[in-house]
């Protein structure tokens, strides 16, 4: 081993608290070498495994490929993370040039003739093998995770294809690459008292605190395209212009010019995604894509799609009518645009239901709400997190908690980081150090959630009810991680069809809206008072409020992401042209616009997880609904035994069995669309 090799921290043992990475030591300069050692060293282990002359059985060939590659696997989940979570000009760099390298050596594992011909001779007998349902699970998953990346494919095409996927692997680098430029190159500089009209004060302690991070004069704010800081000032900013540039700023992200234009890049992307599914034999991608979900066909989503779109927009034009009257009243130009929907409906809002999101604000620290989502997971699981200081992480926003059980036994790791920053990509995301599995004695999760709050400069962060739902979101994503009890890690923690990992999210983010909770928690940062009665009364009675405008907002990406992977293959993309024409064949409003435009739509193409696949939320808000009706209906949103068997067949279960069959178990019967449209407001 050479000298960088062996100096290397990412290629030593981690002596470090928990094992966590060892961050102070870590450059972007070695994970270059640390991957010249790991990927060959986990292939060697592949060739093992192919290469033995014993007949092919469970053990020696997917247990022992579901615990390969461990050195691999730990430097990878670290360089993803903070290329997501903290990255710099190196580690893009890093990213840039390693995307190829990484996805030839997937090529490698799961073009592998000789560990191919093991797995499929025992999929071909799985029914005389004897297996139990967990090790059958295992053995289908695996199989079809090495049909779907090209290993069926005859020898001639086998390296075409891996020439796609490597390209695909940059071009998605790519495309993350210039949001994230557009973003962090944005910044709208309020220099006057005329422009912080109308401006709360805690959205002006938070566009103080962006203007110091971005080196802005001392007297400056600052807006910036993160959704902490450009949504609350589209709700209160008076100033229609400025406005005007941030909705803009938002909608052009990825859609300039020059060296960070994406529509180039996504139509690249769209091609090669086409050539995919032609050389799997599939119509298009979609039909590709959703083999391995739970909708199963494009025309599943059209039909779940459909029931909320037309609705939608008619309630829309109710609102509408609403809207447009208040602007007359204020004064402001008719009709309507898209950056004023957000100020109007909030004027709407407070005239209505005598309800201002300032307001609710001061109840909502997010100290606070930190320590609700957890008293919601101690009292649903029983688990407790202790907070421990003195541990160096990624950065120093992030928090360490450790994660023990009833009996005070640790499970594993959550770290929050939850603040805004110029080197972190933008929305929310959970992610993992480390995986859940029964290798080795057991592997305890290290989960983090990613937020992107905007952090004031003297007062504690103050989070927007929707920026609580964010929270419980994420902490849902964190659970499915933490409570994992599976042995093989393939199976564990969020490893699940894409259309039921929103499922422990979503549910969760219902006890953000649970009155018991917000009495206990939603207090002002200030007094310590508890949310008046009053107050958490008009939240209630505010809460379907504006759903047309927030459903309108995600179905129509919803719907161009499944006509846009729907075309057929061979089909030239103009990405640009495709959206207009299928803004104008939906008939989304122009005054309402979309929460998603391609040029910087992340969700289709920074991976292929979401790809034909942002109707996922939905289709996880019918499971989530419903799921969370049996609360409803037992008058406790804490039932314990409704909570074990939340925890016992969703939460821990990861993808040990077929999700419909772990959503019966469950729930006792198959979910009904109702709970979900009656919960939009779009059925009484």
Not at 9 to 30: H, I, M, R, S
Not at 165 to 186: C, H, I, K, Y
Not at 341 to 359: F, G, I, P, S
Not at 397 to 414: H, K
Request: hydrophobic share 45%.
């Amino acid at each position: 081993m050479t000298d960088i090799h062996a100096n290397n921290p990412l290629l030593q043992d981690w002596n470090t608290p928990y094992g966590l990475p060892p961050f102070c030591q870590v450059k972007a300069e070695y994970f270059a070498p640390a991957f010249e050692v790991a990927l060959p060293a986990h292939l060697a282990e592949i060739d093992a495994i192919a290469g033995q002359s014993a007949t092919p059985d469970f053990a020696n060939t997917l247990a022992a490929f579901d615990a390969s590659g461990r050195l691999n696997s730990r430097i990878t989940l670290l360089f993803e993370n903070l290329t997501a979570s903290e990255t710099s000009p190196a580690l893009q760099a890093a990213e840039t040039a390693l995307a190829p390298r990484l996805a030839a050596h997937k090529n490698a594992i799961y073009l592998h003739a000789g560990l191919f011909a093991r797995i499929d001779a025992l999929y071909a007998r799985r029914t005389e093998l004897d297996l139990d349902p967990v090790q059958l699970r295992l053995l289908e998953r695996v199989h079809l995770d090495f049909v779907r990346a090209g290993a069926n494919l005859p020898p001639q095409s086998r390296a075409r294809y891996s020439t796609v996927t490597e390209r695909l692997a940059t071009l998605s680098t790519e495309f993350t690459q210039n949001v994230l430029a557009d973003e962090s190159g944005f910044a709208l500089e309020l220099k006057d008292e005329a422009a912080l009209a109308g401006l709360p004060e805690f959205l002006l302690a938070s566009a103080k605190a962006a203007a110091q991070q971005r080196g802005l004069p001392e007297d400056c704010h600052a807006i910036t395209l993160s959704p902490s800081l450009a949504e609350p000032f589209l709700t209160f900013s008076e100033r229609r212009d400025l406005r005007e540039t941030v909705w803009r700023g938002r909608v052009a992200r990825g859609a300039h010019a020059g060296a960070h234009d994406n529509r180039p890049v996504a139509a690249e992307i769209m091609a090669l995604r086409q050539e995919q599914a032609q050389m799997h034999g599939y119509p298009t991608y979609a039909d590709y894509q959703l083999v391995d979900r739970m909708a199963g066909k494009p025309e599943a989503v059209s039909a779940l799609l459909g029931k909320v779109w037309e609705p939608a927009k008619a309630k829309a034009e109710d609102d509408r009518i609403a809207l447009t009257e208040m602007a007359r009243r204020l004064g402001q130009p008719t009709p309507i645009a898209a950056w004023d929907w957000r100020y109007l409906a909030e004027k709407v809002r407070q005239a209505r239901y005598d309800l201002d999101d300032a307001e609710l604000k001061p109840y909502f620290a997010l100290e606070n709400m930190i320590s609700a989502m957890f008293d919601c997971a101690g009292r649903l699981f029983g688990v407790s997190f202790i907070e421990q200081h003195g541990v160096v992480l990624h950065h120093p926003d992030a928090r360490l908690w450790e994660v023990r059980s009833r009996d005070s036994a640790l499970i594993g790791l959550f770290i929050g980081d939850n603040y805004a920053r110029p080197s972190k990509r933008s929305g929310a995301w959970m992610h993992v150090f480390r995986n859940q599995s029964g290798h080795d004695g057991g592997t305890l999760p290290i989960v983090i959630n990613n937020n992107n709050f905007a952090k004031a400069s003297v007062e504690p962060a103050l989070l927007s009810f929707d920026d609580v739902r964010t929270l419980f979101h994420e902490f849902g994503h964190g659970l499915h991680g933490l409570l994992s009890q599976v042995k093989y890690e393939r199976l564990a923690g969020t490893q699940v069809l894409q259309d039921y990992v929103e499922l422990p999210s979503q549910i969760f983010e219902n006890w953000a809206e649970e009155e018991t909770v917000l009495k206990r928690h939603a207090r002002h940062y200030q007094t310590g008072e508890a949310m008046p009665s009053a107050l958490l009364d008009k939240l209630k009675r505010a809460r379907q409020f504006d759903q047309a405008w927030a459903t309108i907002m995600y179905a129509g990406p919803a719907l161009i992401d499944m006509a846009l992977h729907s075309l057929p293959n061979g089909s030239a993309v103009d990405i640009a042209a495709f959206e207009a024409q299928q803004c104008e064949l939906l008939g989304v409003p122009q005054d309402i616009g979309q929460r998603h435009y391609l040029s910087h739509f992340q969700h289709l193409f920074t991976g292929s997880d979401y790809a034909a696949g942002y109707y996922v939320y939905m289709w996880a808000e019918v499971l989530d609904a419903d799921a969370y009706d049996a609360f409803t209906e037992a008058g406790d949103p804490f039932d314990q035994a409704i909570a074990g068997r939340l925890q016992r067949h969703i939460y821990s279960s990861g993808n040990k069995q077929d999700p419909a069959l772990a959503f019966r178990a469950f729930r006792g019967r198959d979910p009904k669309v109702e709970p979900m449209l009656a919960k939009r407001g779009l059925i009484s």
